[in-house]
C-alpha cells in the first residue's frame, strides 16, 4: 500500500516536499491537501480539467496579466498561469493541521512599501481628478507592494504563517498555501470571485471597510460606518459591476442577496452574493469575469487602462484569482475561485511580496486611502510577524467571538440599504412576468460603448418582451433588421469628437436620425445624441459616479442611479431642433438635462439599468412605448417597480 504523501513531515525534514497546496474553506472544520505535478497554461481555456469520478482536478494560479486575453490593458509582466494537477487529495482535521504546522516566529528583514505613503497620496489624487473628474470611470483600484527578505526557509516560514492565520484570521473565504515550486503564495482571502456548483454561478462582490484596532469593534462606531454614503455608495458601485458581469454567465442575469457584514480581524466589509443559472465551460465563466470590479474598478475595460496608466509595475498575481476546477457526482463541472487579495507571495531565495490596494471614489481622500492600505494589509502581515497579532480566538476549532452582525441595529442598518434599489435584480424572477403586450417579435441592438453595463441593459429590456443583440462600437453592421438601436454607456469625453469611439458612436447616430430609426440613448449615448441636437456638454464640477437622486422625469418623480462625469445643459424645456421638436427633463438647478426625447429618439442621462436605479424597468416600458409607438405599450409599466 502506498503512503499518502505528506508535505509537511518533508518540509520539517528540511526535504522538497514538490508541489501542494493546504486550503481551509470558509466554515470546514479540515483543510485540503491537493498534491501533484505543476503545468502552465498559455490561456484559461487550456486550464487541464481532466475526466474521472468526482472530486477537485485542477488548483490554478492566475496572474493578473490573464486580462489581456480579454483585449484590455495591463503591465505585462509575463508571470505563468501555472496549474497543480491534482494527483492526490485528502483532508485534514483543522486541530490536526495545526499541530503540524510549524509553530515558530518568522524573521524577514528590509520591510517597505515600495510605493511611500506620500507618493501614493499623490496618486490617488491624480486618480480622483484625472480619471473620475473627467469620466473615465466610477472607481479605480490602485495597488502598492509592501516587500521584504524572509529569514530561513521561505516554505518553513509560509506554513508558519498560515498556522498563524488559522488561528487568528476570522471571516476568510480561503485560508491557504500554495507551493508550485517557483513561487509560494499564503493568505486569507476574504472574498469569492465566482463559483459554480450544480449549474448555480455565484460572485460575492465585497466593498467598504471598517477599520479596528482588532480588539472587539466599537459598535456605535460600526453603525455610523454603515450609514456613511461613501461607504455605501461604493458596495453599490461594485455591486452594478459584478451583476454586468452575471448578465453574461447566468443566463437571466444575476439575483442580489444580502447585503452582510463580513467580520475579519483587523477590519470588517460590506458585502452581497449574486446568483444565477448558466451552463458555460468553468473556464469561459472565468474568462468572462476576469476580474473583480473590487480590484480593478469600473467600468471594467477603462479601469484597466487608468491602472496600466498610474501603476508602475505589474500586479504579478494581486487581483487574480485562485481556480479550483473539479467535477460533481453526476460529471459536471465546478468552479470555486477566492480573489487573490491579502496574500503574500514568496520566492525560493525568501523575496517577500505582500500587495494591498484602495478603491477610490469620489467620495475618496489621500489620506483614507492611505489608511486603507495599511489596515487591508494588518492581517497577513501580522502572520508574517511584521505587524500586531489580533486576539487569538478560543480554540483552534471554537467558535468565533461574538459577532456584531447579528446585533438588531447592525442588521437593520444592513437591509435599509436596499430600499432605495431595484426590486428588478432584489427579486427573484420568473421568465415572462415582466414582458409587456406589443413587445413580441420586436427586436433591439444595443451598441456597447466599452461599458457591460449594456449586459444589464439587455436584461431588462429582453425580461420587457424584447429580442435583444448586443454589438461593440467598433463593430460595423447593418441595423435595419432591428426595430430599436440603444446607444449605450461607455467611458470618456463626449466633447472629444477626434477620438474614433465618440466619431463613430456620433455618426451611427447621425445616419439613424436622418433615416428616422427609433432611438434609445444611455448616458454616452445620450451624450452624443444631445450633441447633435444641438445642446451644449458640459463636465460637471463633481462627477455624478455612483449617484443615487430622484429627478422628474417627464412629470414624474423617478429614483435613478447616475454614472456620469458630463452633462447636457439647456435652459428651457423644449427646443426646436433640425430633427424636430425635443421635450427635456432638466435639473432646476442648473439645468442639467437628465433626459429627452423627440419624434422618435430618446435620450436618459441615467442608468436605468443599474441597481441603483429603483424605477429603471418603468421607465424603460414608458420610454419603449413612445419609441416604438405602440399603443398596447402605453399603461402596462410593471407593477414591481417604483
Given amino acids: 500500500m502506498t503512503r499518502p504523501h505528506d508535505p509537511l513531515a518533508a518540509v520539517a525534514a528540511g526535504v522538497d516536499p514538490g508541489p501542494f497546496a493546504l486550503v481551509r474553506r470558509a466554515g470546514a472544520e479540515h483543510l485540503d491537501?491537493?498534491?501533484?505535478?505543476?503545468?502552465?497554461?498559455?490561456?484559461?481555456?487550456?486550464?487541464?480539467?481532466p475526466e474521472g469520478g468526482p472530486g477537485p482536478r485542477t488548483l490554478a494560479l492566475v496572474p493578473?496579466?490573464?486580462?489581456?486575453?480579454?483585449?484590455?490593458?495591463?503591465?505585462?509582466?509575463?508571470?505563468?498561469?501555472?496549474?497543480?494537477?491534482?494527483?492526490?487529495?485528502?483532508q485534514i482535521p483543522l486541530a490536526d493541521a495545526l499541530a503540524a504546522l510549524p509553530d515558530a516566529p518568522v524573521v524577514t528583514t528590509g520591510a517597505g512599501f515600495d510605493i511611500s505613503d506620500a507618493e501614493y497620496a499623490?496618486?490617488?489624487?491624480?486618480?480622483?481628478?484625472?480619471?473620475?473628474?473627467?469620466?473615465?470611470g466610477a472607481n479605480f483600484v490602485i495597488h502598492r507592494t509592501l516587500r521584504a527578505t524572509v529569514q530561513g526557509d521561505p516554505l518553513a516560514a509560509a506554513l508558519a504563517a498560515l498556522r498563524r492565520l488559522l488561528l487568528r484570521e476570522r471571516g476568510a473565504y480561503w485560508t491557504f498555501v500554495v507551493h508550485t515550486g517557483t513561487r509560494i503564495l499564503v493568505g486569507a482571502s476574504p472574498e469569492r470571485h465566482v463559483s459554480v456548483d450544480d449549474g448555480l454561478v455565484m460572485m460575492n462582490p465585497i466593498s467598504g471597510t471598517f477599520r479596528h484596532t482588532g480588539?472587539?469593534?466599537?459598535?456605535?462606531?460600526l453603525l455610523r460606518f454603515l450609514y456613511d454614503p461613501k461607504e455605501v455608495e461604493e458596495l453599490y458601485m461594485v455591486l452594478d459591476e459584478e451583476l454586468k458581469m452575471m448578465a453574461t454567465v447566468a443566463e437571466h442575469g444575476g439575483q442580489v442577496v444580502g447585503p452582510y457584514l463580513k467580520e475579519m480581524a483587523h477590519l470588517a466589509h460590506t458585502e452581497y452574493l449574486l446568483a444565477g443559472r448558466g451552463s458555460r465551460d468553468v473556464r469561459e465563466v472565468l474568462r468572462e469575469t476576469m476580474f473583480a470590479p473590487t480590484v480593478t474598478g469600473s467600468p471594467m475595460e477603462n479601469a484597466c487602462r487608468v491602472i496600466a496608466r498610474h501603476e508602475r509595475t505589474g500586479r504579478r498575481y494581486y487581483a487574480g484569482v485562485l481556480a479550483l476546477l473539479g467535477r460533481d457526482a453526476a460529471g459536471r463541472q465546478t468552479?470555486?475561485?477566492?480573489?487573490?487579495?491579502?496574500?503574500?507571495?514568496?520566492?525560493?531565495t525568501g523575496e517577500?511580496?505582500?500587495?494591498?490596494g484602495a478603491t477610490l471614489v469620489r467620495h475618496s481622500t489621500a489620506e483614507g486611502e492611505v489608511a486603507e492600505t495599511h489596515a487591508k494589509a494588518a492581517g497577513v502581515l501580522a502572520a508574517l510577524g511584521l505587524g500586531p497579532d489580533a486576539p487569538a480566538r478560543p480554540g483552534p476549532a471554537g467558535p468565533d467571538t461574538p459577532s456584531l452582525a447579528e446585533d438588531p441595529e447592525v442588521r437593520a442598518a444592513l437591509a435599509a440599504r436596499n430600499a432605495p434599489l431595484a426590486r428588478f435584480w432584489l427579486d427573484q424572477r420568473l421568465p415572462g412576468a415582466t414582458a409587456l403586450p406589443g413587445?413580441?417579435?420586436?427586436?433591439?441592438?444595443?451598441?456597447?460603448?466599452?461599458?457591460?453595463?449594456?449586459?444589464?441593459?439587455?436584461?431588462q429590456l429582453g425580461a420587457l418582451g424584447l429580442t435583444v443583440a448586443r454589438r461593440p462600437w467598433q463593430q460595423p453592421g447593418p441595423v435595419e433588421e432591428y426595430d430599436l438601436v440603444v446607444m449605450g454607456p461607455g467611458p470618456g469625453d463626449p466633447n472629444d469628437l477626434a477620438e474614433p469611439k465618440m466619431a463613430t458612436m456620433r455618426a451611427l447616430l447621425a445616419d439613424l436620425l436622418a433615416a428616422g430609426r427609433p432611438i434609445l440613448a444611455v448616458c454616452l449615448g445620450h451624450q452624443l445624441l444631445a450633441g447633435l441636437l444641438g445642446l451644449p456638454l458640459h463636465r460637471r464640477d463633481a462627477p455624478y459616479q455612483g449617484l443615487p437622486r430622484d429627478v422628474s422625469l417627464f412629470g414624474a418623480t423617478r429614483r435613478v442611479g447616475f454614472y456620469s462625469s458630463f452633462t447636457a445643459r439647456a435652459g428651457a424645456d423644449r427646443v426646436a431642433t433640425a430633427y424636430g421638436p425635443v421635450e427635456l427633463s432638466r435639473d432646476p438647478?442648473?439645468?442639467?438635462?437628465?433626459?429627452?426625447?423627440?419624434?422618435?429618439?430618446?435620450?436618459?442621462?441615467?442608468?436605468?439599468?443599474?441597481?441603483?436605479?429603483?424605477?429603471?424597468?418603468?421607465?424603460?416600458?414608458?420610454l419603449l412605448a413612445h419609441l416604438l409607438d405602440h399603443p398596447a405599450l402605453a399603461g402596462h409599466a410593471p407593477a414591481e417597480q417604483g
Fill in 33 to 49: 491537501l491537493f498534491t501533484g505535478t505543476v503545468r502552465t497554461a498559455d490561456r484559461l481555456a487550456d486550464i487541464p480539467l
Fill in 352 to 356: 517577500l511580496r505582500v500587495p494591498v
Fill in 335 to 348: 468552479l470555486d475561485a477566492p480573489i487573490l487579495i491579502r496574500t503574500a507571495e514568496l520566492s525560493p
Fill in 215 to 221: 480588539a472587539a469593534a466599537d459598535r456605535d462606531a
Fill in 64 to 90: 493578473y496579466r490573464q486580462i489581456t486575453e480579454r483585449g484590455f490593458a495591463c503591465a505585462d509582466d509575463a508571470m505563468p498561469l501555472e496549474c497543480l494537477v491534482i494527483g492526490e487529495h485528502r
Fill in 589 to 622: 438647478a442648473d439645468g442639467a438635462v437628465h433626459a429627452l426625447r423627440g419624434p422618435g429618439f430618446a435620450g436618459v442621462q441615467f442608468h436605468p439599468e443599474s441597481v441603483l436605479s429603483r424605477d429603471g424597468l418603468v421607465i424603460l416600458a414608458e
Fill in 439 to 459: 413587445l413580441a417579435g420586436r427586436r433591439a441592438l444595443i451598441v456597447d460603448g466599452e461599458d457591460t453595463f449594456t449586459g444589464m441593459l439587455a436584461h
Fill in 122 to 136: 499623490a496618486t490617488v489624487g491624480r486618480v480622483l481628478a484625472e480619471e473620475i473628474g473627467r469620466g473615465e
